[in-house]
């Protein structure tokens, strides 16, 4: 369940991040998307301000990854898969290892929105540049 609402949430700020990048007026700057997704975390979960910390910087990082990885591996689509999904799994261990089981759990009854989020944004994601 843990596993699964991390994934969730992950793809979920993932998405939503790369559909801002596909409207250039629109685009907001990667830490500026990581301070928002960090901060609508925080309001759910009661995290601490070293927590929230970690979790900006965390995002951050990952966004940069995931920016990365589609730049180079835009022609090759199941290596790019395969990095990703290894990007997504390290995030969800660092995640773990910031948040208690607590703050997850106070995070779950949002994994419907999340998800619905998920499907909206994965649809309305036509380019691939960053």
Known sequence: MKQKLLSILW???MCV???NCVAPSTRSTLPDFATTLTR???DKARMTEGQYDRVRKLHIQQLTEIKRLRKHLAHQPAVLKN???EVQSQYEWELA???SSE???QLEPYQDT???QLVKSTISQTDTRL
């Open 40 to 42: 609508q975390m925080a």
């Open 103 to 105: 703050q997850l759990a």
């Open 114 to 116: 999340l998800s619905a």
């Open 83 to 85: 990095r990703l999904l």
């Open 11 to 13: 793809a979920v700020g």
């Open 17 to 19: 991040y790369l559909s």
């Open 97 to 99: 290892t910031i948040l």
